[in-house]
């Protein structure tokens, strides 16, 4: 599973918050699988512990990390983890400091007890100008199956609230039409008690404590069968932006969460995407938003690159490729883009900034079942020729004073190649 970013519905004029909180520690140790964790994740002995790092801290510069004064991880930055590392038994020192200098210490743990066999989450938390370490056992148990008869596997979830500025929180799944809440009232920076939770695709939604209404849609997650997640919801409110981190550990396979890197290997196209001013029969090359957010493949956003990257492919060597470009529209609606003026999706090429591809927004728009659900509204892309090469799919994701709109543009034909 990949990090996300979602948008925070804005209720920094509804709530306020003490900018004080206490010191975590590390949680009492939990059951242990059956295997030594290191031995069950491929790492390291059954005599070493297993220990992953997690930085959380919103504008926090990126830090190395250090156990007992030697670093044992580099350059690690926001919403990236360490992947799990065998260390041995013992009490041990963690530390991280500002990346390339072991004397700059933004926040420690000392005497950490580690058990052999067991695994341990030590995250970094707040804020900048408050960073704290806070540890936390991984349950690594069996996982109880479900009903007799049932084809079906559990996982074992939790979440660990990380948002320094944001109040106590109610997390719900969604399954099918059906919502459960299965966390209530959890403060930052507290990590919430495991759930079970039979295997699937789930919505995710957190809730201010305070309020009787989801404020908050982390997407949709797969959680598998026999395996262990904690949810870092990290991020900061007053910036209107959350990162969902998710760590995890399957007990049959020994897969587990490795070091998240920004991919730099997938080649771009050249090609942005932005949505302008005007028709594209009449266009007047005046851009109204530039897309934000994080973009396919490690790239900016509106980049359009090959779907996979340089993966391998498989099925049929027939198969037509096709060429991919993500982003966000903050501040857009669906109300600005369809009745208050027209707009249009534009290709361009960076270099030369001629325009590739274009469609008109406008067509059918397609509401959400639930509320929960995005509008939707999927219009054609033509290119030079006016031959119809690509879609685009808008999403509309309102807030209470702000809103924004998902772009994914898909592409077919050789675009860069």
């Known amino acids: 599973m990949k990090l996300r970013r979602v948008w925070i519905v804005p209720l920094l004029l509804l709530l306020s918050l003490s900018s004080s909180v206490p010191l975590a520690h590390a949680q009492p140790a939990t059951p242990v699988s059956e295997m030594p964790c290191a031995e069950l994740m491929g790492i390291g002995s059954s005599a070493d512990a ?30 990236q983890v360490t992947g799990y590392l065998p260390i041995s038994s013992g009490g041990h020192d963690f530390a991280i400091t500002t990346a390339g200098n072991a004397a700059d210490i933004l926040a420690a743990l000392t005497n950490v007890s580690l058990k052999p066999g067991n695994a341990l989450e030590v995250a970094a938390v707040g804020s900048p100008e408050a960073i704290q ?143 302008e001013i005007g028709s594209c029969a009449a266009p007047t090359d005046q851009t109204a938003w530039e897309l934000e957010g994080s973009g396919r493949s490690g790239q900016p956003a509106g980049s359009i690159v090959p779907w996979g990257g340089d993966g391998e492919a498989s099925g049929s060597a027939d198969a037509i490729r096709v060429f991919y470009g993500s982003g966000e529209a903050n501040d857009a609606s ?40 995005a509008d939707v509204l999927i219009f054609g892309l033509t290119d ?23 772009v994914a543009v898909l592409i077919t034909g050789e675009i860069g190649d």
């Open 50 to 79: 297993c220990v992953l790092v997690v930085h959380a801290v919103p504008g926090a510069p990126p830090v190395d990390v250090l156990l007992d004064g030697e670093v044992v991880a580099t350059g690690l930055q926001f919403g």
């Open 133 to 275: 370490l806070i540890a936390s056992s991984v349950d690594l148990s069996p996982i109880p199956p479900v009903e007799s008869g049932m084809p079906l596997q559990n996982s074992r979830i939790r979440v660990v609230h990380a948002v320094s500025d944001a109040p106590a929180v109610n997390i719900s799944v969604i399954g099918g039409d059906i919502a459960e809440r299965v966390i209530a009232d959890l403060s930052y920076p507290e990590v919430s008690d495991y759930v079970i939770k039979t295997a699937g695709q789930y919505r995710i939604l957190i809730e201010p404590s305070s309020l009787p209404v989801a404020s908050l849609d982390m997407g949709e997650f797969l959680f598998e069968g026999n395996t262990v997640y904690s949810m870092y919801a990290a991020g900061s409110l007053s910036e209107g932006e959350l990162l969902s981190i998710p760590v995890l550990v399957n007990l049959v396979t020994g897969e587990s969460t490795g070091r998240t890197e920004t991919d730099s290997s997938t080649p771009a196209t050249g090609l942005i995407v932005t949505i």
């Open 384 to 406: 030079t020729d006016g031959m119809v090469v690509g879609t685009a799919t808008l999403s509309e994701e309102p807030g209470l004073l702000r809103s924004r709109v998902r």
């Open 334 to 373: 669906f109300d600005q883009l369809l009745n208050r003026g027209f707009y249009s999706l534009v290709v361009r090429d960076i270099a030369s900034g001629d325009t590739v591809l274009c469609g008109d927004i406008g067509g059918v728009v397609e509401e959400g079942e639930y509320f929960w659900n």
